[in-house]
């Protein structure tokens, strides 16, 4: 008797701790994965919400009188959880975005290929670009931070005490700003160059009009492309590094914006 009294005192902890930690492990870089095995996601977030509900940082001021109540709960715990992966997806999605502006560019746009973890089909730099980031994620144990910034969530947003403050979609836009123009400016040394490659070939067509420069520039600007990147994934992998390092503040100043 007393472990079935245990179990229906600790289940709205349960599944608000459940709810805290599921988004991270649909929507986080590698945890949310499509290659990730779905039953090991399930039963990792089944143990790792267990654990949290029987810990210290598990108190809640008061539990949920109807199961309305736990519901309004439930959905401001899942949107703690999506905080967390939507930092982590954005970064990483930033060199994705790098690479969407060089296919464009270059013309790779037209060559596509199968992107795992979306299960949509990516120009070629583009899924380059989201693979080199994802395995720096895992190189730089950046998914550590994630789990962290997990753990670390239930102190400075306690479970059942987030509240949707006016800061938190100025918060939530200005990291994805930030993010986005992070991609631009990685993506642009390679685009400035090809721009350039542009508009020598467009003065070669006017000069010498016999030139067929559509198919002259496809190969050429291909090239140029490869061998750009080539010489500029060095800088890019260092600006990433430091990145996935920053995100735990990141993280911190988003859930302050749902701190009661």
Do not use: C, H
Request: no cysteine; hydrophobic share 60%.
């Amino acid at each position: 008797m007393d472990i079935v009294n245990l179990v229906m005192q600790k289940l709205p902890i349960f599944i608000l701790a459940l709810a805290r930690v599921t988004p991270v492990f649909v929507a986080a870089p590698f945890f949310g994965n499509r290659f990730v095995p779905v039953q090991w996601r399930v039963a990792t977030s089944l143990g790792l919400a267990w654990f949290i509900s029987i810990g210290p940082a598990a108190a809640i001021p008061s539990m949920p009188a109807n199961v309305l109540a736990l519901a309004v709960m439930v959905i401001r715990e899942l949107t703690v959880g999506g905080v967390i992966a939507f930092a982590f997806t954005m970064a990483v999605s930033a060199a994705q975005v790098a690479g969407q502006l060089i296919d464009f560019e270059a013309g790779f746009s037209l060559a596509t290929a199968l992107n795992p973890n979306f299960d949509v089909q990516l120009p070629v730099m583009a899924d380059f670009y989201y693979v080199v980031s994802l395995l720096l994620f895992l190189v730089t144990n950046a998914y550590q931070v994630v789990l962290s910034a997990l753990w670390g969530s239930l102190k400075i947003v306690p479970l059942g005490q987030a509240v949707f403050r006016p800061e938190v979609g100025p918060e939530t836009l200005s990291l994805f700003s930030s993010l986005f123009a992070l991609g631009v400016q990685l993506a642009l040394p390679v685009v400035s160059v090809l721009f350039l490659a542009d508009l020598a070939l467009a003065v070669l067509s006017r000069a010498v009009p016999q030139l067929n420069v559509l198919f002259m520039g496809m190969p050429l600007k291909a090239g140029a492309a490869a061998l750009l990147v080539a010489l500029t994934i060095p800088g890019t992998v260092l600006v990433l590094r430091d990145l996935f390092g920053g995100l735990a503040s990141t993280v911190t100043v988003l859930l302050k914006a749902l701190t009661p």
